[in-house]
T-cell receptor
Framework: AQKVTQAQTEISVVEKEDVTLDCVYE???????LFWYKQPPSGELVFLIR??????QNEISGRYSWNFQKSTSSFNFTITASQVVDSAVYFC??????????FGTGTRLLVSP | EAGVAQSPRYKIIEKRQSVAFWCNPI?????LYWYQQILGQGPKLLIQ????????DSQLPKDRFSAERLKGVDSTLKIQPAKLEDSAVYLC????????????FGPGTRLTVT
């Protein structure tokens, strides 16, 4: 069975702090894709990144970076120098066969000025 | 490029009433999904269409929920009769076929059942 665990329910930081959101996944499939989505207060889920199971290279996009480690089944997300606009709920998701996307329970990030 | 459209944005009904939600996916996206997101939880897939055929409806409560995508473009999700526990946000998403493609989500319909 596929499962995604986001153990951090809510994180509060002050602007300009760095913050890491944890994601641990479970699957027996060898081919799979991992995703991060952002859900701002407006409610719409916004795609941030996709990573396939054969590519463990870390990725950086501006203030965002992602660390994928198959050895620990983790796909963590770091925001550097956080800003108030980063306040949202962040979801990690796993997609294996048949395109069924399984989401974690989300981490609510609150960035205060 | 236009995103995924959904309507209505909000709906309040009494239990045992019926309700329908509409979704228009991004042009060219053959795959369409309906998710249910209960407050404080991640979205849960209800049904997935590939063109106008159902790929996965294993988590759809078929005694009360139904969905269709007759012409392979827009889709309707219906609940009849509604229960209190159906209160949630119903999200529609679309993508190109294939598990590597990201799904694009609409703004959702917030349903409150009283």
């Amino acid at each position: 069975a596929q499962k995604v665990t986001q153990a951090q329910t809510e994180i509060s930081v002050v602007e300009k702090e760095d913050v890491t959101l944890d994601c641990v996944y479970e699957t027996r499939d060898t081919t799979y894709y991992l995703f991060w989505y952002k859900q701002p207060p407006s409610g719409e889920l916004v795609f941030l990144i996709r990573r396939n199971s054969f590519d463990e290279q870390n990725e950086i996009s501006g203030r965002y970076s992602w660390n994928f480690q198959k050895s620990t089944s983790s796909f963590n997300f770091t925001i550097t120098a956080s800003q108030v606009v980063d306040s949202a709920v962040y979801f990690c998701a796993l997609n294996t066969g048949f395109q069924k996307l399984v989401f974690g329970t989300g981490t609510r990030l609150l960035v205060s000025p | 490029e236009a995103g995924v459209a959904q309507s209505p944005r909000y709906k309040i009904i009494e239990k045992r009433q019926s309700v329908a939600f509409w979704c228009n996916p991004i042009s060219g996206h053959a795959t369409l999904y309906w998710y249910q997101q209960i407050l404080g939880q991640g979205p849960k897939l209800l049904i997935q269409f590939q063109n106008n055929g159902v790929v996965d409806d294993s988590q759809l409560p078929k005694d009360r929920f139904s969905a269709e995508r007759l012409k392979g473009v827009d889709s309707t999700l219906k609940i009849q009769p509604a229960k209190l526990e159906d209160s949630a946000v119903y999200l529609c998403a679309s993508s190109f076929p294939g598990l590597s493609y990201e799904q694009y989500f609409g703004p959702g319909t917030r349903l409150t059942v009283t």
